[in-house]
């Protein structure tokens, strides 16, 4: 065996052992913010000390047309494909921002007899921009780093596949390409990088609009049910909802300390 293989073996392994214990260990290593692939940072960019959102699931019972518009926003700007099997989700589908039910989503509360409605919702799940992310611990590549502002991001180019970030990852947040990604989307958004098959993607935070001083989309198409700002900042508009309302975060035990909280 050669030996640069022998030692990408090495680090594989040991980064596949980190998945047992990454949240009891310290926060990973924190990448500088490059923005992602060949985007610019403008002037009017926006920043924070640490992003975080907050979801109003309240506002999404009371207008269910929600869910749609902000899967639909965010999907079709940042080219995910519909990979669907005959007429159904199929389970090689690509995700960034999707629903399910409230004991799928929230797997261990301590209340299990929540009232009826809150248990009928619907709730809003994608990437947790964890503070102690069990993914960027495993890539064997850091093809996945988290920036200096909280983002977890990908680097595509540098993703061999493996796909040991979604072994890591505790919330499902991560989709792999098994085909080409390119044959499932209805239109093509030229602004926005394709992926190609045999590679990991999921929801940026939308560095990239950030970047250029705008807010995430699903934000913009959330109607005020979805508030993203920064976590430590006590004037922020999501540190004022979280003042304000009772919230949960997914499987805080798990201790990668997510940035995503959502209202009951
Ligand atoms: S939700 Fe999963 S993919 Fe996102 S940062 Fe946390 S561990 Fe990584
Ligand atoms: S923050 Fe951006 S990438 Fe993430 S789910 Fe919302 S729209 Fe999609």
Sequence with gaps: ?????????????????????????????????????????????????????????????????????????????????????????????????????????????????????????????????CENPACVRVCPTKATFRRKDGIVVMDYHRCIGCRYCMAGCPFGARSFNFMDPR????QVNPTFPTRMRGVVEKCTFCSELLAVGKMPLCVEASDGAIAFGDLTDPESSVRKLLAENFTLRRKPTLGTEPSVYYIL
Excluded at 183 to 186: F, L, P, R, S
């Design 183 to 186: 044959d499932h989307i209805a």
């Design 1 to 129: 065996m050669k030996k640069d293989r022998r030692q990408f073996l090495k680090v594989a392994s040991l980064s596949f052992l980190g998945v047992a214990g990454s949240a009891a260990l310290g926060p990973v290593c924190q990448a500088a913010a490059p923005g992602e692939g060949s985007f610019t940072t403008a002037k009017n960019a926006l920043h924070a000390k640490k992003w975080g959102m907050v979801i109003d699931t309240r506002k999404f019972a009371e207008n269910p047309e929600l869910y749609n518009a902000v899967t639909t926003a965010c999907h079709s700007y940042h080219n995910v494909p519909t990979i669907v099997e005959n007429g159904m989700p199929s389970k090689r589908e690509v995700k960034w921002i999707w629903t399910d039910g409230y004991h799928q989503t929230f797997t261990d509360q301590v209340d299990n007899y929540p009232s009826h409605e809150i248990e009928q919702r619907r709730y809003l799940m994608l990437c947790n921009h």
